[in-house]
C-alpha cells in the first residue's frame, strides 16, 4: 500500500514537472514571436533583413533607426513591467496563500490610481513625482487592506480578498467621482489610468530597470521562506 501511494507520488510530481516545463517552453517561444512582431509590424513594416542589420552589422537606415528609438525601447519596457506585474501577482499570492491574490483585488493599484488622480486635479505641477506618489498611494490601499482584514482575531485568505475588494470599490469610486467633477483633466487622468508604451524611450528603459532589478533581488532572497510559507 505505502510503495503504490510512493508511486502515485513520484508520478504525480513527474507529471507536474513535465507540465511545468511544457508551459514554461510554449510562453518563451510565445515571447519570442510577439516580440518579433512587435518589432517588425507597425506603421512602417521591418523585414527579417533589417532586424538583421540591427542586431548584426553596422548598417544604418531608416528600418533600423525606427528599431533603435521607436519599436526597440518600446518592447523591452512591455517586457519588462509585465514580469514585474508577474511578480507582484506571485509574491501576493505566496504571501497570503490565496490564488485569486493580486494588487488590484488588494486594493494597491485603485490606491495608486487614487492618490494619482488627486493630486494631478489639486496639485498638477507635482506630476513629475507621479512615480514616488504611486507608491505612497499602493502602500496605503495594501495598509488598510492589511488592517481592515486583522481587525478581528486572525488574518485568512477570505477576509482579505473581502478587504481588499471593499479597499478596492472605494478608491475606484472616489476616483471615478474626482473625474466627473474635473471634466477638464479628463484626458491626462484618463491616459495615466489606462496607460501606454506609446512614446517610450531608453532613458524610461533606465529608469524603471533599477526598481524591478532591486524588487527581483529581494524576492530571491526571500524564496527560501516563501516556499515553506507555501508548506
Known amino acids: 500500500m505505502a510503495i503504490q501511494k510512493s508511486n502515485r507520488l513520484s508520478t504525480n510530481k513527474r507529471s507536474i514537472k513535465k507540465r511545468m516545463t511544457l508551459t514554461f517552453s510554449v510562453s518563451v517561444c510565445l515571447l519570442f514571436i510577439f516580440a518579433y512582431l512587435n518589432l517588425a509590424t507597425g506603421t512602417l513594416n521591418i523585414q527579417t533583413k533589417d532586424m538583421y542589420h540591427y542586431f548584426f552589422t553596422s548598417i544604418e537606415n531608416k528600418q533600423t533607426f525606427i528599431i533603435q528609438n521607436v519599436r526597440m525601447p518600446r518592447m ?37 490610481s487614487f492618490i494619482i488622480v488627486l493630486v494631478t486635479v489639486l496639485m498638477p505641477t507635482m506630476g513629475n513625482y507621479a512615480t514616488y506618489l504611486a507608491f505612497i498611494g499602493a502602500f496605503i490601499g495594501g495598509l488598510t487592506v492589511y488592517l481592515l482584514s486583522g481587525s478581528t482575531k486572525k ?3 477570505v477576509k482579505l480578498a473581502l478587504a481588499g475588494m471593499a479597499v478596492h470599490l472605494f478608491f475606484s469610486s472616489l476616483t471615478q467621482g474626482i473625474i466627473l467633477l474635473n471634466e477638464d483633466s479628463n484626458s491626462t487622468v484618463m491616459f495615466w489610468l489606462v496607460g ?9 528603459v533606465m529608469i524603471i530597470c533599477p526598481w524591478i532589478l532591486m524588487g527581483l533581488i529581494i524576492l530571491i532572497g526571500f524564496a527560501r521562506q516563501l516556499t515553506i510559507m507555501e508548506l
Open 155 to 157: 488574518i485568512t485568505p
Open 196 to 204: 501606454s508604451l506609446n512614446g517610450m524611450k531608453w532613458k524610461d
Open 76 to 112: 523591452i519596457v512591455g517586457i519588462l513591467v509585465g514580469g514585474a506585474l508577474a511578480l507582484a501577482g506571485l509574491l501576493m499570492q505566496s504571501i497570503t496563500r490565496n490564488p485569486l491574490a493580486s494588487p488590484q483585488i488588494f486594493g494597491v493599484n485603485a490606491g495608486a
